[in-house]
């Protein structure tokens, strides 16, 4: 699969009534902060009004992250802060990206407040769900590592059966539920709106079991995630007969009319958020290689240990958006070639970045940068063919 440059995904994409291949662009919110001198206030008063400006700039959804117990990342409810973005909103999508399952006990609750917020927002809910990875969230849930497989795949089945068809039932040994009617019921069919977060080949199968979309959240350039991406086309299309839909790939953003310091910021921010990070994760840490449903992060453990924090931090850096407008533009021509069609969420506050640079960044991409693209990916998705020139 080396080398392999042909589009991920042909004639699969999200249409506008006369069939052009729109482009998905949004924004995730991360609610993490560098400096202990910074408010918890102030960060979600700064994430809330950079959610409530996208809008009004043009990004199609906002996303918010479920963290808990530190500053690496502190959202501990998504929905909740989604439905405060929906009251201040009136036409952006609100996803979770991504609630996770494991941490919550009673399955039911989180199919109740995604209906709820259903409400509340006019049916603009998009449902990503996730596993988790970090010790330092599971152990003061008492939840076992090696459990969350299991508990991750039956309660997605029990939620997704419920905000679709109103009635939720379990029989397996971690949530069994009597066929109980859930209110308030469904406001629109959900079939187009299910999102997984997936790390591993498990995780990327049972999201395609759940006819879920992909998100991946990109570590690394994207022509070296083209097996996973495929593997993930080609299963879902085993097992529903058709095209899957456009991978969603979330990226850290940094946009700045200066060059310099755009590359010098982005290796700051980048840093001190990769940083955080491994330490939160613990992803140089030798437990992945006996943790059940976990050795796949053993390898990935490794090459950190080997390489060393920083260099593997700017790796990372090296696969963010980042620079000029047309720098930012001529690298999302070049993931186009690759890719075929996508969607894209941009991280846009992260590694200490303030209220200030975080503003400024998503305005000018949205000035510069989103009506070009827009454009350039309208004229080239679906056809199968690589993006001819930049734009």
Same mark, same amino acid.
């Given at each position: 699969?080396?080398?392999?440059?042909?589009?991920?995904?042909?004639?699969?994409?999200p249409? &506008?009534?006369e069939?052009?291949? $729109?482009?998905?662009?949004?924004?995730?919110f991360? @609610?993490?902060?560098v400096?202990?001198?910074?408010?918890?206030?102030?960060v979600y008063? !700064?994430?809330?009004?950079l959610?409530?400006?996208?809008?009004?700039?043009?990004?199609?959804?906002?996303?918010?992250?479920?963290?808990h117990?530190s500053?690496?990342?502190?959202?501990?409810?998504?929905?909740v802060? +989604?439905?405060?973005?929906a009251?201040?909103?009136?036409?952006?999508?609100?996803?979770t990206g991504?609630?996770? +399952?494991?941490?919550?006990? *009673?399955?039911?609750?989180?199919?109740? /407040?995604?209906?709820?917020?259903d409400?509340?927002?006019?049916g603009?809910?998009?449902?990503?769900?996730?596993?988790?990875? !970090?010790? *330092?969230e599971?152990?003061?849930?008492g939840?076992?590592?090696? $459990?969350?497989?299991?508990? #991750? &795949?039956?309660?997605? /089945?029990?939620?997704?059966?419920?905000?679709?068809?109103?009635?939720?039932?379990?029989?397996?040994?971690?949530?069994?539920?009597?066929p109980t009617t859930?209110r308030?019921?469904?406001?629109a069919?959900?079939?187009?709106?299910?999102y997984?977060?997936?790390?591993?080949? &498990?995780s990327?199968?049972?999201?395609?079991?759940?006819?879920?979309?992909?998100m991946?959240?990109? +570590?690394?350039?994207?022509?070296?995630?083209? =097996?996973t991406?495929?593997?993930?086309?080609?299963?879902?299309?085993?097992?529903?007969g058709e095209e899957?839909?456009?991978? !969603?790939?979330?990226?850290?953003?940094?946009?700045?009319?200066?060059?310099?310091?755009?590359?010098?910021?982005?290796?700051?921010?980048?840093?001190? #958020?990769f940083e955080?990070?491994?330490?939160?994760?613990?992803?140089?840490?030798?437990? #992945?290689?006996?943790?059940k449903?976990?050795e796949?992060?053993?390898d990935?453990?490794?090459?950190?240990?080997?390489?060393?924090?920083?260099?593997?931090g /700017?790796?990372?850096?090296? %696969?963010?958006?980042?620079?000029t =407008?047309?720098?930012?533009? &001529?690298?999302?021509?070049?993931?186009? $070639?690759?890719?075929?069609? @996508?969607?894209?969420?941009? *991280?846009?506050?992260?590694?200490?970045? !303030?209220? $200030?640079?975080?503003?400024?960044?998503?305005? +000018?991409? %949205?000035?510069e940068?989103?009506?070009?693209?827009?454009?350039?990916?309208?004229?080239?998705a679906?056809?199968?063919?690589r993006a001819?020139?930049?734009?």
């Open positions: 699969m080396e080398g392999h440059t042909r589009p991920i995904a042909s004639a699969v994409g249409h &506008d009534s069939g052009a291949y $729109e482009m998905h662009i949004g924004l995730n991360g @609610f993490g902060k400096d202990p001198e910074v408010s918890d206030h102030e008063r !700064s994430e809330t009004e959610a409530v400006l996208g809008e009004e700039l043009g990004y199609d959804s906002v996303w918010a992250v479920e963290h117990f500053d690496y990342s502190f959202c501990p409810d998504n929905l802060w +989604l439905a405060n973005v009251a201040r909103t009136k036409t952006i999508k609100l996803g991504a609630v996770i +399952l494991p941490w919550h006990t *009673q399955p039911v609750r989180v199919a109740e /407040k995604l209906l709820m917020v409400h509340l927002s006019e603009r809910v998009l449902f990503g769900m996730g596993r988790g990875l !970090s010790r *330092q599971f152990v003061p849930f939840i076992p590592l090696e $459990e969350t497989r299991e508990r #991750f &795949d039956e309660s997605s /089945k029990m939620i997704l059966e419920a905000i679709e068809t109103g009635t939720m039932s379990g029989d397996g040994p971690y949530f069994p539920m009597p859930v308030p019921g469904p406001l069919s959900w079939r187009d709106r299910i997984t977060v997936a790390g591993s080949h &498990d990327m199968i049972s999201g395609v079991n759940n006819r879920c979309r992909l991946s959240f990109i +570590l690394r350039p994207v022509d070296k995630m083209l =097996p991406f495929q593997a993930y086309q080609d299963t879902y299309r085993e097992v529903w899957a839909p456009p991978v !969603s790939l979330n990226v850290a953003m940094y946009c700045h009319e200066d060059e310099r310091t755009a590359i010098d910021g982005m290796y700051e921010y980048v840093g001190s #958020f955080a990070n491994v330490t939160h994760y613990e992803m140089d840490g030798v437990h #992945f290689a006996n943790t449903g976990y796949r992060y053993a990935n453990a490794a090459i950190i240990r080997e390489k060393g924090v920083s260099k593997a /700017k790796d990372y850096a090296d %696969a963010a958006l980042y620079g =407008p047309q720098m930012i533009l &001529d690298k999302l021509v070049w993931i186009q $070639e690759q890719m075929g069609t @996508f969607e894209l969420v941009l *991280q846009p506050s992260f590694g200490g970045m !303030s209220h $200030e640079v975080s503003r400024a960044s998503i305005e +000018l991409f %949205a000035r940068v989103m009506p070009k693209f827009r454009q350039h990916y309208a004229a080239t679906g056809t199968g063919e001819a020139a930049a734009v």
